[in-house]
């Protein structure tokens, strides 16, 4: 009675994505070309290619996460309420649901990687696909706990710009820290995803640069927060507030 | 007694949506719950569908609370909302297949059900079809097919006809009325609809929060007792007040026209324009009807 709901609601998100491909595209086309873009400018592609490669999977993430916006408007969400499946069944559906597509098209853009001159051991490759994975459900309950909280599609898109791009920007996946600024320094080290960024750089092989927290260290922060963000959309729902459903 | 609500009081910051309101429905009855849009059933529908805890009072649902045991409730109870619960994306067979997962269904048992349902509502040569591309009546169809998957003691509709034309909406009735029977599943409906009210077995008029009369369509006509005449006049007031002087009776002004009851409206009737020649547009008698229960008890009117 808690993994049957989950499963159906995680192949839902499954199903809904594969009638329509297009948003593939979008997801992964824009960082894609972000990364050739700066990349080739700076004339480093295997620099940014961890950082464009987290962009993918935080869009995606986070855009998927889109769809309870549309479940509430659609009405969608009132059957999985009325059902007596326990409410983290549902968080934990909806979230598996939308981390596996995040967590395909961040697969879909590693396939991009032979391009960098990166060469990872296959013990490192998976275990970046893995950490990859706890990367997009992190960013998915975060998505949940906005979107839950959110009406409207244009309030989710400013938010992403305006919170989560910045984020990203000081996470290393653009600059080092040890050429930043002092302030900015401290920023990167308060920034949870700069360990995501940095752990996944040492996986993929891209060059080590001063300053960078170490990959245990990095690991533990990241899947901290994903569980961190998982229990917090959880508790979200928990409370019995009805007051946005018709 | 399958529905037990005491007292049920709710209110959003200062203002009160639902005043103690108490009612029983027992077992295989099809109870209606009319009132005006605004009136409270709204918010008594979500209270009884456990999507939101009321604030004073008790409600269960087959033995179990609304407020403490709400998935208990949920296991008894198929709810079909007023606003589209489907996903539009899936087809009809594969929304069917999500809500009976959610319900903790799966395996041959089912796609019976499935199959089942589809059938009873006429849905099986639709089942692959994507739910966006259905008409209103079929969509409606599919959520009563969805609510009845986990055969449910209960039955919660809000507003089932709202949006639905005639035939589909006699189509349904049929429907229900064979539920009720052949399962003895009990329905429990809101409604504005007079058509509607009138074909349920008992009904619980609700305005501004509180109930105001309870009882079956009959029983409540009656209350009325006699006719109701309608007069257009060109001068209200006056007519009024010269109606009062002559019969005895006291019209009521309903959107500038003059609404009577009275024992015998042919008799009053005629009294009327041979008292008043000339004085009189145009005349309208009917036997009561819920309009005019709801007219009495309130001094307001069901729809518009």
């Known amino acids: 009675m808690f993994w049957l709901p989950v499963f159906t609601l995680w192949r839902r998100e499954l199903i809904r994505f594969w009638r329509e491909k297009s948003r593939v595209f979008g997801f992964v086309g824009s960082p894609l070309i972000f990364w050739l873009l700066i990349g080739s400018g700076f004339g480093d592609l295997a620099f940014f290619f961890p950082g464009a490669l987290i962009l993918t999977v935080m869009f995606s993430a986070v855009f998927s996460t889109m769809s309870l916006i549309e479940d509430r408007r659609e009405g969608f969400i009132l059957s999985m309420l009325v059902s007596p499946a326990p409410r983290v069944a549902v968080v934990l559906g909806k979230t598996l649901g939308s981390a596996t597509l995040a967590w395909l098209q961040g697969l879909l853009f590693l396939l991009f990687l032979p391009l960098t001159g990166l060469r990872p051991g296959t013990g490192d490759l998976v275990a970046a696909t893995v950490f990859l994975f706890v990367i997009s459900f992190a960013f998915t309950s975060m998505g949940f706990l906005l979107a839950w909280r959110t009406d409207s599609t244009q309030g989710f898109h400013a938010i992403m710009n305006l919170v989560l791009f910045p984020l990203w920007l000081v996470s290393g996946a653009v600059f080092p820290a040890h050429t930043a600024h002092c302030w900015i320094h401290w920023l990167m080290a308060v920034n949870p995803l700069t360990y995501a960024v940095s752990a996944l750089r040492i996986l993929l092989g891209a060059s080590r640069s001063e300053g960078m927290p170490d990959l245990g260290f990095s690991i533990v922060i990241t899947a901290a927060m994903a569980a961190l963000l998982l229990a917090a959309a959880a508790s979200s729902v928990r409370e019995r507030n009805a007051r946005s459903f018709a | ?304």
């Not at chain 2, 609304?66 to 198929?78: A, W």
């Not at chain 2, 189509?171 to 599943?185: A, I």
Request: net charge negative.
């Open chain 2, 1 to 304: 007694m399958i529905v037990v609500v005491e007292r049920l009081s709710h209110s959003y910051g200062p203002r009160n949506a639902l005043k103690e309101i108490s009612f029983e429905v027992s077992k295989g009855e099809i109870f209606g719950i009319l009132g005006p849009n605004g009136g409270g059933k709204s918010t008594l529908f979500r209270i009884l569908s456990t999507l939101m805890p009321p604030r004073a009072g008790k409600a269960s649902i087959a033995g179990f609370s609304v407020l403490e045991q709400p998935r208990e409730v949920r296991r008894h109870i198929g709810v079909v909302f007023q606003t589209q619960s489907l996903d539009r994306r899936l087809t009809v067979h594969e929304n069917l297949d999500s809500q009976g997962r959610l319900f903790g269904l799966s395996g041959n048992v089912l796609q019976i059900r499935i199959q089942d349902a589809m059938e009873r509502l006429g849905l099986a040569d639709r089942q692959n079809d994507i739910v966006a591309t259905l008409s209103g009546g079929l969509k409606r169809r599919v959520e009563i097919a969805k609510a009845l998957l986990h055969e449910p003691d209960v039955l919660l509709m809000d507003e089932p006809s709202t949006g639905l034309d005639p035939a589909v909406r006699r189509e349904l009735w049929r429907y229900l009325d064979d539920l009720r029977r052949t399962r003895q599943v009990t329905i429990l409906l809101t409604t504005h609809i007079l058509e509607e009210a009138d074909l349920c077995d008992r009904l619980l008029l609700l305005h501004e929060g509180r109930v105001v009369a309870e009882g079956t369509p009959q029983q409540l006509k009656s209350r009325v007792g006699g006719d109701i005449v309608i007069l257009d006049v060109p001068d209200p007031e006056e007519m009024h007040q010269r109606l009062k002087e002559t019969f005895a009776v006291l019209p009521q002004s309903v959107n500038g026209r003059l609404r009577i009851e009275v024992p015998d409206g042919a008799f009053f009737l005629n009294q009327v324009l041979s008292s008043f020649p000339n004085k009189v547009e145009s005349i309208e008698m009917h036997r009561p009807t819920l309009e005019d229960v709801f007219l009495n008890e309130t001094g307001v009117k069901l729809e518009g």
